[in-house]
């Protein structure tokens, strides 16, 4: 009969782990290695005559009884043959467990202490009974078939004169899972350096439990990690099992927890219920300070001190009340990180108290400790607007200060934005607080940025725009490529055209051109050319410095070469864009040239457009083209004879930015339009 053999730490009591001496049983239990065979509660040290000195272990897997012996264990009888065996370890275990100054003094306290019960906790870990001797590990039983019913038999010779031989035996079905439950959460303490947590089960369903893992995860610190273990305590009483766990922690943070139920030869059971606890003491949490009222344009201003934890409270509550005899009442909630809030539903010469109270996240609503009062006067006016004061550009962003409004009722300012691509003021920041702005989200020299900013009251209204400061920022990106290349053949030259990028780009400094012969080429022209790539594939570069016009004529060309074109824009920055897409000379007409330069005035009719006259003989006028700003398309304005070299554009309205060019006629053809020159009109 299997009697309760050993006591733990903790008042743990397990029940059947040891045989009792001279008992004709022992105990075998499955594990991740293979079979643990339990077959003594005395170390076989020290005591000459009641120890074993030699322990015989069978196997059988039949009721037949042909046991095959597996292996056997001989208690070492010096310090020097523990060792050799593998038990330093354990004599260092031992020395710490009790204190212990060597190796020897351990060894010493082996010989005198046959009992288990000496060795506490250490006495449940089946790796520290295998080293002293009175456990044995089958690992050729993990080669078995699962639900194999397996038998052991071990069979003690004991040492003294007249001792009587001991034989045991024992059996278990293999891959049987063991007898553990899922674990139910059941309380938690909470407090700021120290945490404790419990799960229960019934013991009846529970008998392998032994140990829980724990494992704990930190709210926003990656996943969960192993950080002790814990006893499972059996409560006869109450047929429960439980497993308690007291963690240090960090104060102020929230924490999730579960275990993982295991036997004493570590065999897992189900992982418990994941509980979440926060290391605050809830009940003793700081309440906000400094708490004032203002009587603002919107209503009544209230401020505070923010909370250094509001992840620990689920609101603040403001109470209020027109007379303190009566009490005070719920008024609002606000968010837990809220510091402001207005009170818009009062009336003007009325009298008003208030106070906070937090509402923590365990739902306690804490005593207040902050009050205040104010008198109902001010009226509902706009507030006035601020000044901006500069813009400076700082690493590569720009930063924007104003003379901040002395005024209470001002909650803050709110930053605004627009370009010169026509796109409408934009807000581009939260609420500041501060009288400076530094705006990282510009972009590079492609556009002109206007700022202005306008001061906000805590009920949310705005004042009108401030005064409006202007920043273009220093290019920090290549220039897009040049579009709209074309060319046309006139006087035995290839005249080449393109849209002049400075209209979108105001940092592009000029233009280069590449050529490349037919004979020469090579490579396949890819996506977003680079000069590099030109030059690399027998494009040669045509003019040393950039050009200032989007024009170029190349008079060294032969009859029945093909030529091909690429263009690139160089920008303020030193950068070179992208190359234009190629143009191919085989597919140019003859056609006649624009005019070589066209001028734009101002005048009070309306804008005034100049040209050079085309000097070519077959030359019999010009066309016109205007495109608004806003449009990609230019349209034609007029048709004019060769005598003409200027034109008043009286249809242009104010304001409005436009682009000109012209193109010139012949009999047979119009030729391609010049660059595009751009004013505002």
């Known amino acids: 009969m299997k009697k309760m053999l050993l006591t733990v730490l903790m008042a743990l009591t397990f029940t059947g782990l040891y045989p009792q001496e001279n008992n004709s049983s022992i105990v075998v239990r499955e594990g991740k290695d293979g079979v643990f065979i339990f077959f003594s509660d005395k170390l076989p040290f020290g005591d000459k005559v009641n120890r074993y000195k030699e322990a015989l272990i069978y196997r059988s897997i039949s009721k037949s009884g042909n046991y095959s012996m597996i292996g056997n264990i001989k208690p070492p009888e010096t310090i020097e043959s523990f060792r050799f065996s593998g038990g330093e370890p354990v004599l260092a275990l031992i020395a710490n467990a009790k204190k212990l100054e060597s190796p020897e003094q351990a060894w010493n306290f082996l010989q005198n202490h046959a009992d288990l019960r000496d060795y506490g906790s250490l006495a449940i870990d089946a790796g520290f009974l295998r080293a002293l001797c009175v456990a044995y590990l089958d690992d050729k039983a993990a080669g078995i078939s699962s639900g194999t019913k397996v038998f052991y038999r071990v069979s003690l010779i004991m040492s003294g004169p007249g001792g009587q031989n001991v034989e045991s035996e024992s059996s278990l079905t293999l891959g049987q899972p063991p007898a553990i439950t899922k674990p139910a959460g059941e309380r938690v303490r909470e407090s700021e350096s120290l945490v404790g947590i419990s799960w229960k089960a019934d013991t009846t369903s529970n008998s392998d439990a032994f140990y829980g893992e724990i494992w704990r995860m930190q709210a926003g610190k990656g996943g969960f990690e192993k950080v002790g273990s814990c006893f499972a305590t059996h409560d006869s009483k109450s047929g429960t099992i439980r497993y308690q766990v007291a963690d240090k922690v960090i104060p102020h943070r929230k924490y999730y927890y579960y275990i993982v139920p295991l036997t004493m030869t570590l065999l897992p059971g189900p992982n418990s219920d994941t509980i979440s606890v926060i290391s605050a003491d809830f009940a003793r949490l700081p309440q906000p300070t400094r708490l004032a009222a203002i009587d603002s344009a919107g209503g009544i201003f209230l401020r505070w001190d923010p909370l250094k934890d509001p992840l620990l409270y689920s609101g603040i509550l403001i109470e209020r009340t027109r007379d303190k005899n009566s009490g005070y009442k719920p008024h609002d909630t606000v968010p ?139 290019d920090r990106e290549a220039p897009l490529a040049p579009t709209g290349l074309r060319a046309g053949i006139s006087n035995g030259k290839i005249v080449l055209t393109w849209k002049d990028m400075k209209a979108d780009y105001e940092g592009i400094t000029g233009y280069i051109v590449y050529r490349r012969i037919n004979e020469n080429a090579g490579g396949v022209s890819p996506a977003g050319m680079t000069s590099e790539w030109l030059l690399n594939y027998g494009f040669v570069r045509l003019n040393s410095s950039p050009l200032v016009s989007p024009v170029f004529s190349d008079a060294d060309i032969k009859d029945g070469t093909e030529y091909f074109y690429a263009i690139t824009a160089t920008a303020n920055s030193g950068m070179e864009s992208p190359a234009s897409a190629i143009l191919v000379s085989s597919n140019l007409r003859n056609d006649p040239a624009p005019p070589a330069s066209l001028y734009l005035t101002k005048t009070l009719s309306g804008v005034r457009i100049e040209w050079d006259k085309n000097t070519s003989a077959d030359i019999i006028g010009y066309t016109l083209y205007r495109r608004a700003g806003n449009t990609e398309k230019p349209e034609k304005l007029d048709v004019m004879n060769a005598t003409k070299t200027n034109y008043i554009d009286v249809n242009a309205i104010s304001g409005t930015l436009y682009f000109y060019s012209i193109a010139s006629m012949t009999e047979s053809a119009t030729g391609l339009a010049g660059p595009e020159r751009s004013i505002r009109y």
Request: net charge positive; glycine share 8%.
């Open 336 to 474: 837990a990180g809220s510091s402001v809030y207005t009170d818009l539903k009062v009336i003007p010469g009325g009298l008003y108290y208030y106070r906070l109270r937090c509402i923590t996240l365990r739902g306690q609503i804490l005593q207040a400790q902050v009050y205040c009062s104010v008198l109902k006067i001010v009226s509902n006016i706009i507030p006035v607007p601020p000044v901006l004061r500069s813009l400076d550009t700082v690493n590569h962003a720009f930063r924007i200060s104003w003379v901040a409004s002395g005024l209470p009722e001002i909650a803050g300012y709110h930053m605004y934005r627009k370009d010169n691509l026509n796109n409408g003021w934009q807000m581009v920041s939260n609420l500041l607080n501060d009288s400076v702005f530094t705006d990282t989200t510009a972009k590079g020299g492609r556009l002109r940025y206007q700022y202005a900013v306008k001061s906000v009251k805590y009920d949310n209204s705005e004042s009108n725009f401030s005064n409006s400061l202007f920043g273009q920022m220093p």
